[in-house]
């Protein structure tokens, strides 16, 4: 599903990941670990053509993504961020809606298979009820749920994720990272979220992709609490 | 919803057409309504009344219209655009642009001994305001080109601006007392000074800025997010900005040129049509932005006919309580 091929990343003279390789199968969750600036943000980036490697390449099912103009990566690829999004007016499922783009007109008008997507994506991360509500009404945890059901809603076979459980409280992180792993293993998403919450992310994800000195470690999730202690020193 | 937004467009539809009825029959001469109508109409042939309903009245109500429409679509683009509430159609130094070139044609031609005046003069300055506002807007569109952070594009055209400023400000204290009055005038904005000539210049610039603003609306709705949830949800990030520049150089740029800068309505029209539609969608708040910038914008021009003021001075103090009120009634208005 999605390969990486000898990835190199930095800013200016430092880098961050010096050939990396990795394979992700389809329907696989994945969970991306490292230190606050070890470049998880910026491997996450390059994995949704938001950012351009140093040098190496990714492929999606067999095609370089550097080849994909931004509407045809959008079928493909679903970006949920870590930037709180809190406007007025604005309803949940608007924001849903939103992850309809790649499919609708020129004025973004909806038919009814989009208000169909919509509809099925609030009820997957369980947020129907909240459709009519807007977004500046939300919790962070729900809004995180939303946040998601806009990247189902989009229909992408791969969704990335940068630390969808940062800021949340501690029974809500292990829901979000459950939800996950239902739409690794049930809806046949490929996910790769990063995250420092290995204790909600471990009983979910398949693998864990480790990030430390420039090098990216693949890791099966059994035994991936020995290496990050080895890996950690801790 | 979608019914009480039908009756919310009625309403503001309605309000338009008739506060543009009452710039036509409000000013220095006393004209009933009748009277108007039968000089438009042409049921009356008195050529006084004739002149001063069509030449003075219409084209500066329709100016009042236009001005509101161009400048209320710029600021909804700017604020969404940039993700913030207090930006508005000179956040980007259009104004600053517009009067550099104003500055320079006014203030620093008379220095180097050339003066222009009557049709010259007016047509110049709003050249040299258009000349400034493009030029500023495009080495904007240039450094964005370079710059992926848009929270620096606008600190650049800020800084931009200040810089120009200073510059005005410079050719300013240089100057002598008339060329001064009359930048000094130029800056507090007038509607008056639009011909007919010149309004069918500024109609097709002004549409084009408004057919450009339409094809962003989409775009703008994924803008709200951010621009890279617009990103990965498939919009063209540079086509975008660019588009969105170009439409804010013709509506903004234009009615600068020509009416000089009108402060706050571009800045408040957009909140006042979010707070009245209680939508983010842009399908709903262009056209009700253009509605509400429009009937301001005539009723500015109604108090300003009445009172005998500039128009800026107006739209300052109608536009800035309602700012104050929407800021503080609602602190998380946009993050």
Known sequence: MIRLENISLGYGSRTLLDGASLHIRAGEAVALIGRNGAGKSSLLRVLSAIERPRSGRMLLDGVDIATLDAEQLARHVAFVGTERVRIANLRCEDVVAIGRAPYTNWLGRLQEEDRKQVAQALDAVGMSHFAERTIDTLSDGECQRIMIARALAQQTPVIVLDEPTAFLDIPTRHQICRLLGELAHHEGKTILFSTHDTDAALPVCDRMAIIENERLTDVPAESANERISALFGI | ?335
């Not at chain 2, 042409?42 to 009245?57: E, H, K, M, Y």
Request: hydrophobic fraction near 55%; glycine fraction near 10%.
């Open chain 2, 1 to 335: 919803m979608q019914r009480r937004n039908n009756i919310l467009f009625s309403l503001l539809a309605t309000s338009v057409v008739l506060l543009f009825a009452c710039d036509l029959v409000v000013g220095t001469v006393r004209i009933s309504l009748s009277d108007v109508a039968g000089a438009l109409f042409g049921s009356d042939t008195n050529i006084a009344l004739q002149s001063i309903v069509f030449d003075i009245r219409l084209t500066k109500a329709i100016m009042a219209l236009v001005a509101g429409i161009a400048l209320s679509i710029s600021g909804l683009q700017m604020q969404t655009l940039f993700r913030n509430p207090m930006a508005g159609p000179y956040v980007l130094g259009v104004s600053a642009g517009a009067s550099f070139g104003v500055a320079l044609f006014l203030l620093g031609a008379p220095l180097v001994g050339i003066a222009a005046s009557g049709t010259l003069g007016t047509l110049g300055t709003a050249g040299a305001a258009w000349i400034g506002a493009a030029t500023v807007l495009l080495v904007v569109v240039a450094l964005a080109r370079r710059i992926k952070d848009i929270m620096v594009i606008l600190i650049l055209g800020m800084m931009l601006s200040s810089a120009l400023g200073a510059i005005v400000e410079i050719l300013q204290y240089l100057s002598n007392e008339q060329s001064l009055k009359s930048f000094v005038i130029w800056t507090m904005g007038s509607l008056g000074d639009v011909t007919r000539a010149q309004l069918a210049i500024i109609a097709p610039l002004v549409t084009l800025g408004i057919a450009l603003s339409v094809a962003t609306i989409k775009p703008l709705n994924t803008l709200l997010l951010g621009e890279t949830y617009a990103r990965t949800s498939g919009i063209n990030l540079t086509r975008t900005r660019r588009t969105i520049l170009a439409s804010t150089t013709l509506l903004a740029g234009t009615i600068t040129a020509f009416c000089g800068p009108v402060g706050f309505v571009g800045l408040a029209v957009p909140h006042i049509a979010r707070m009245v539609f209680r939508s983010a969608d842009h399908r709903i708040l262009l056209p009700a932005s253009a509605l509400i910038g429009g009937g301001m914008m005539l009723v500015g021009d109604i108090i300003s006919k009445w009172l005998l003021l500039p128009i800026n001075t107006i739209t300052a103090l109608m536009g800035i309580p309602i700012v104050v009120y929407i800021v503080l009634r609602n602190r998380n208005l946009m993050q």
